[in-house]
């Protein structure tokens, strides 16, 4: 310990320059704009529009992900099958994934010349350049974050639980329903939280698979680029919109978290 | 405890990467670091003339002009600004933040579809039934001159083809990239980015009464680092060897 006099002061100074450098642009978007130019910026219809589109997509595409997600993280945790741990890999896979790379993959794949576009038109069905190829790419890069967690979350529930439900005669349906989802509760809700800031902030996937239309594919990360050339302050206000609900959900992961710890401790 | 004492050496060498992806220019002979911000459109053209410039190590940083105009607006410097128009060099020398721009090209607006199997023949096709278009936003020129040719055509006209837009792109790399994906079946583009697409993609002439002119701007950026190299880059732009790549990609010569 004596040895080392600098080691303390050191650590303090990275921690000060990682808090500094990683706050001061969130902080410069809201000095930057007054909360009544914010407030008239929004008020322009193009920035209306990303808003709504953007509820809208990421709505479905959270519903797509638990409703889908909720019970696949329960087969990665629950079962051991051999390549298991490949399975994992590949889902996680989008995570490192450079986003453009993403919408590159889907245009390969579900594009209207990809390895499904064929397919997919005889059905009638078009994502490229439209509202569903939005939903779709958002569903790419965000499941995996909600998947993750939500696998965590499951592997964690103390086995002799899901145990004691099936001894208690209860089916392995109502046993995932009745005792491990509610006990994964939290965990799944800071997945969910994860996955839906990813989908908020998408870009690069929406861009190169769906393009940039407003009111039809022009989600609010897309409308801040096409802004930043003409209208800076637009662009600044739904930035800032978009900082004041990442805020608020990583916020609400912490209390999930606070709570799940606290009750942890209660019990 | 040999990791700890490690890390301030891994801090430092850290540290001198990062002053190495500055314009620092180290040490021998003097060989100035030239940052050029180009519209995206001139991508090819000045990647090949760029690359082995004797007198500077030229960075080049490619995206819609408007973009690279706001961005020099916010106040970075680039040392040279190239347009794929006259309009944004023009107003950013009128705010006082780029010297005097020279017109350095010419290029021609053309519409664009799939060289296989397209499903639009002539401007006519364009308006029609489920023909999906894509075009520039309207802030980046492409998108711009787009709009010129959009706008004198009937009205009606005008709305069947508005009608098939489904994507405004940032900038015309977008819209060709659309196109090569076959996500889209015709895009309005430059006829040098036909050119530069290696036979994926088939040019259609606009008939001459619609045709914009496109003509290319560039000026050296006020504060720049390099004063001294960005005018005479700006000066092979309009006749050493980045002119030539210029010709040599399709690009016509400034007017005189």
Known sequence: MSGRPWFGPAIVAALVVAVAFLTLPVIAIFLDVGPGRLVASLDDPSSREALLLSLKTTSISMAVIVLVGTPAAYALATRTFRGRSLVITLVELPLVLPPAVAGIGLLAAVGPSGLLGGALSDLGIELALTTAGVVVALTFVASPFYLRQAQAAFTAIDPALLEASRTLGASEARTFARVAVPAAGPGLLAGGALALGRALGEFGATLVFAGSFQGITQTVPLAIYDKFSTDFDGALALSAVLVAVSAALLLGVKLVRGGEALGARVR | ?256
């Not at chain 2, 801090?11 to 040490?27: I, W």
């Not at chain 2, 006020?222 to 092979?236: K, W």
Request: hydrophobic share 45%; with cysteine.
């Open chain 2, 1 to 256: 405890m040999r990791l700890l004492t490690a890390w301030p050496v891994a801090a430092a060498a850290a540290l001198a990467l990062l002053a190495g992806c500055g314009d620092g220019d180290g040490s021998g002979a003097r060989r100035p670091t030239l940052v050029v911000s180009a519209a995206a459109s001139l991508q090819e053209a000045l990647t090949a003339c760029s690359r082995d410039d004797p007198k500077a190590r030229i960075r080049l940083s490619f995206a819609g002009s408007d973009e690279l105009a706001a961005q020099i607006r916010q106040g970075v410097k680039p040392d040279v600004f190239a347009a794929a128009n006259t309009k944004l060099p023009q107003a950013l020398h009128r705010e006082g933040r780029l010297q005097r721009p020279v017109v350095f090209a010419t290029n021609e607006l053309v519409l664009a579809v799939p060289a296989d199997g397209a499903r639009v023949a002539s401007l006519d096709d364009v308006g029609g039934p489920a023909v999906k278009l894509v075009v520039g936003s309207a802030d980046v020129p492409v998108g711009a001159y787009t709009r010129d040719v959009l706008d004198r055509l009937p009205a009606d006209e005008q709305q069947a083809i508005r009608a098939n837009v489904r994507s405004e792109e940032p900038d015309v790399k977008g819209v060709v990239g659309k196109l090569t994906q076959g996500a889209a079946d015709a895009g309005f583009v430059y006829a040098t980015d036909v050119e530069a697409s290696s036979g994926r993609l088939r040019a259609i002439a606009l008939p001459a009464q619609l045709r914009p002119v496109v003509a290319y701007g560039a000026g050296v950026v006020r504060g720049a680092d390099e004063p001294g190299a960005a005018a005479e880059y700006l000066h092979g732009l309009v006749r050493g060897g980045c002119a030539d790549a210029l010709r040599q990609a399709g690009f016509g010569p400034p007017p005189r």
